[in-house]
Nanobody
Framework: QVQLVESGGGLVQAGGSLRLSCAAS????????MGWFRQAPGKEREFVARIAWSDINTYYAYADSVKGRFTISRDNAKNTVYLQMNSLKPEDTAVYYC????????????WGRGTQVTVSS
């Protein structure tokens, strides 16, 4: 079982930046898929970004709403995944969750508790 702990959330003005971190323990995240999701009040949880590794390539995917503003990255030495969020908008306000799955496809099987991001206008 992988344990995930998010950090880095906070309050920021529109146009500002934040970097979220997701520290994994229990197993290495190399050769797996890590994702970021978010859930705003009164809304369903939605996909934000994911990064997946195989023996040959690294694969990235982003929601249309964050393309060009958010960047997902990893540090294998720290077993940590990051989400750099730039040009933040009030509609980015949500609880952000980190998630893990073993393979390139399928359901995410481990989730963190989330970190709150609030963007003021």
């Amino acid at each position: 079982q992988v344990q995930l702990v998010e950090s880095g959330g906070g309050l920021v003005q529109a146009g500002g930046s934040l970097r979220l971190s997701c520290a994994a323990s229990g197993r290495t995240i190399s050769s797996s898929t890590m994702g970021w999701f978010r859930q705003a009040p009164g809304k369903e949880r939605e996909f934000v970004a994911r990064i997946a590794w195989s023996d040959i390539n690294t694969y990235y995917a982003y929601a249309d709403s964050v393309k060009g503003r958010f960047t997902i990255s990893r540090d294998n030495a720290k077993n940590t995944v990051y989400l750099q969020m730039n040009s933040l908008k009030p509609e980015d306000t949500a609880v952000y969750y980190c998630a893990f799955r073993e393979s390139l496809a399928g359901d995410f099987t481990s989730w963190g508790r989330g970190t709150q991001v609030t963007v003021s206008s």
